[in-house]
């Protein structure tokens, strides 16, 4: 079966060679962040997320459409909507899918889609719940398993504070499972973030391991920023000064830190059920 979109936009390709000059670009996207940087486009694998993409409304450019998801309902009907957007639908081999991915069992669907990243300007703590502020967040696999744990609990959004890794990175994309999709992204320098929170009307909170505070203590009276530190050196000095409360989760036993990710989603759960608790 081929695609068999009715709507007049966008357009269907045949593409089975790996030099094809639509393949590489996307490769590209894949393999460069500069590309990605320079395009303002960036690669998500599989039904889900193209479907996730779909109903958030974001801008896309291409579907490529293995065998499998020529024969599959599903597949068929999220590439019409990909078309009526006006982008190219690509019929590709599985070989062609497994080279743009670099995975030997590549996924059935691969879209490319345009990235969409908010200024500081953009957050309006009149509808905040909570805000997680990243500080130079370098790891891919904790920055998209913190979006997913963001989504997962309500958070409003996070912020990507001085030089962080790429959100659109297939392993940040990945590791989101679709909840890039649905959840703000805004970047940001240090300075502009420092001087942006003086006007924040809620509790900004910090996380160290040098706390003094229990997690558990505060109110996250609603809307918060939680700050998260960096993986390898924690906290900035700055960050942690504009914070009004730095807390620490107790450990035991000899490990010296949490995971960052882990650390994200044990405070995220801790400040909703706070929140929900204010709320009644
Ligand atoms: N060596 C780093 C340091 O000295 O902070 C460890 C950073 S840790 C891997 C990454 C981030 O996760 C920290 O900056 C903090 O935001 C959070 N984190 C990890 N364990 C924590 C704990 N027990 N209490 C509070 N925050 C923690």
């Not at 450019?61 to 020529?70: K, N, Q, S």
Request: charged letters at 25%.
């Amino acid at each position: 079966m081929s695609f068999q979109g009715k709507e007049r936009q966008g357009g269907v390709k045949q593409i089975s060679s790996h030099s094809n000059p639509i393949i590489k670009e996307i490769k590209g996207l894949v393999t460069q962040r500069k590309h990605r940087r320079d395009s303002g486009l960036f690669v998500a694998e599989g039904l889900k997320l193209a479907s996730d993409a779909m109903d958030a409304g974001w801008g896309v450019r291409y579907l490529a459409l293995g065998p499998e998801a020529r024969e599959n309902q599903v597949a068929l009907e999220i590439a019409a909507k990909v078309k009526a957007r006006g982008a190219l639908i690509l019929e590709v081999t599985t070989a062609v899918l497994a080279n743009i991915t670099r995975r030997d069992n590549p996924q059935m669907v691969v879209g490319v889609y345009e990235q969409n990243v908010l200024p500081l300007s953009a957050v309006d703590p009149a509808t905040a719940k909570t805000w997680i502020c990243l500080d130079r967040v370098r790891d891919p696999g904790n920055l998209g398993t913190i979006i997913r744990t963001g989504d997962a609990v309500g958070a409003s959004g996070v912020i990507l504070i001085g030089d962080t890794t790429d959100p659109f990175a297939v392993e940040a994309v990945r590791a989101t499972m679709g909840s890039l999709f649905h959840m703000p992204l805004v970047r940001c320098r240090e300075d502009e973030f420092i001087d942006w929170r003086q006007k924040w009307p809620g509790p900004v909170v910090g996380t160290h391991l040098r706390g003094t505070m229990d997690y558990r203590e505060p109110s996250y009276d609603e809307p918060v920023l939680l700050v998260m530190g960096n993986e390898q050196s924690g906290l900035s000095d700055n960050l942690a000064d504009t914070c009004n409360t730095l807390v620490k989760i107790p450990q035991e036993g000899q490990a010296d830190s949490l995971n960052l990710a882990v650390a994200t989603a044990i405070m995220l759960f801790e400040v909703r059920r706070e929140q929900l608790q204010l709320a009644k």
